[in-house]
């Protein structure tokens, strides 16, 4: 059982909107500000996608937005294309010795 | 541009070790700090240690206290993380990370399977 919990799936239409959540505790998610979101193609590493809530790194498109709420991240995909179908998974620094915590990642479909 | 590359795929039996390894190039590998992630078949991403190279300090997750070892030579940019005692359960994509600024992972090595069968 993963730390962090994200939905296993969600699916859109292209040029649709998404949102993936992620949820964890006042002792990762919900106190600090250090959330990330990767992605990962089947085969391959995963992506930086977004850094520390809600920043996306030099080549990321605007289209991927981050935000959090409590003890709930979130990441939005605007816009959905095709070549956005991937599994998602967010990640938070813990105050625990485990020092970082992913999610159980959330498989994305693009209908 | 900072690049990752792994070592390639191994196949050991269940109690033996294995070392993979991690070598960097472009930036300052002694001012980075990388962590390795593994990936089990069909599951998610978990968080194994990390080293900081001009530090030579390593930290662990607890789950892998014991049997993770995970060193750094400055000399030729290369990271290494050992694990031990392998069980079927280790089956798993071993990836090394360079951790950004705070608490995330900017660049990442290809990854390298690790199949423990006896």
């Known amino acids: 059982q993963s730390a962090l919990t994200q939905p296993a799936s969600v699916s859109g239409s292209p040029g649709q909107s998404i949102t993936i959540s992620c949820t964890g505790t006042s002792s990762d998610v919900g106190g600090y500000n250090y959330v990330s979101w990767y992605q990962q193609h089947p085969g391959k590493a995963p992506k930086l996608m977004i850094y520390e809530v809600s920043n996306r790194p030099s080549g990321v498109p605007d289209r991927f937005s981050g935000s959090k709420s409590g003890n709930t991240a979130s990441l939005t995909i605007s816009g959905l294309q095709a070549e956005d179908e991937a599994d998602y998974y967010c990640?938070?620094?813990?105050?625990?010795?485990?020092?970082?915590?992913f999610g159980g990642g959330t498989k994305l479909t693009v209908l | 541009q900072v690049q990752l590359v792994q070592s390639g795929a191994e196949v050991k039996k269940p109690g033996s070790s294995v070392k993979v390894s991690c070598k960097a190039s472009g930036g300052t590998f002694s001012s980075y700090t990388i962590s390795w992630v593994r990936q089990a078949p069909g599951q998610g991403l978990e968080w194994m240690g990390r080293i900081i190279p001009i530090l030579g300090i390593a930290n662990y997750a607890q789950k892998f206290q014991g049997r993770v070892t995970i060193t750094a030579d400055k000399s030729t940019s290369t990271a290494y993380m050992e694990l031990s005692s392998l069980r079927s359960e280790d089956t798993a994509v071993y990836y090394c990370?360079?951790?950004?600024?705070?608490?995330?992972?900017?660049?990442w090595g290809q990854g390298t399977l690790v199949t423990v069968s006896s």
């Open positions: 990370a360079r951790e950004g600024r705070m608490y995330y992972f900017d660049y």
């Open positions: 990640s938070s620094y813990t105050s625990s010795s485990t020092y970082v915590v």
